[in-house]
């Protein structure tokens, strides 16, 4: 429609305008996903109604482990790394984080090729004496409230599309201060119109004048 075609013949005023609705509202659903994202990291009530409405009753981010002391005990890796490479060939990341309690299972967060988005974390938990698989949580098997809760960063930046999610996220975010300025100008625009517009005291009629 001609709402969504920008006309970059038009000049003065016509062009602003254009430049500050059309582009406006190409790039509107990127500035409502971003704010609407962005206020679950700002406001403790705002994440909380949104994890209650998800259904999420757990928190998300997990908690620091304790600190390692210089004598605490290394539980052994080369079993259980041995038994997650064997579990999932195609990982193409992993992190595992080491418990200060050695008898513990090893928790080994990783994602594959066919992972959506950089917080889409599997969890393989292994016994790390004799490399036994004790537990498999595969995002894709998670309730679907907890996978958007978890999918609200790569929505944010724009990730969640890619590369071309991101590159369109980050001009979107370059072009806010277009919207300052075509606004502050046609604000302007108006009120010199307003005010050639209104008519001059000299010009008003006088009473009692013939």
Not at 33 to 48: F, K
Request: one cysteine or more; glycine letters at 6%; aromatic letters at 10%.
């Amino acid at each position: 429609s001609a709402w969504l075609r920008l006309d970059l013949r038009l000049r003065g005023r016509a062009l602003l305008w254009q430049l500050h609705a059309v582009a406006g509202t190409w790039l509107l659903a990127f500035y409502l996903i971003a704010a609407l994202t962005g206020l679950w990291w700002s406001y403790d009530g705002y994440r909380g109604a949104v994890n209650r409405l998800a259904g999420v009753t757990t928190p998300l981010r997990r908690p620091a482990p304790p600190p390692l002391t210089a004598d605490a005990p290394i539980p052994p890796l080369e079993a259980a790394w041995a038994a997650f490479r064997r579990a999932v060939p195609d990982a193409t990341r992993a992190n595992l984080a080491l418990s200060a309690d050695a008898a513990a299972p090893l928790e080994i967060r990783y994602q594959t090729a066919a992972s959506p988005h950089e917080r889409a974390w599997d969890s393989l938990k292994v016994d790390a004496t004799d490399g036994r698989i004790v537990g498999h949580e595969r995002y894709a098997e998670l309730p679907r409230g907890r996978r958007f809760v978890a999918a609200l960063f790569p929505l944010h930046s724009g990730s969640f599309l890619g590369a071309p999610g991101r590159t369109l996220m980050a001009l979107a975010a370059l072009l806010m201060p277009l919207f300052a300025i075509t606004g502050y100008w046609l604000w302007l625009a108006r009120r010199r119109a307003t005010h050639c517009a209104a008519p001059s005291p000299a010009a008003a009629p006088t009473a009692g004048a013939t």
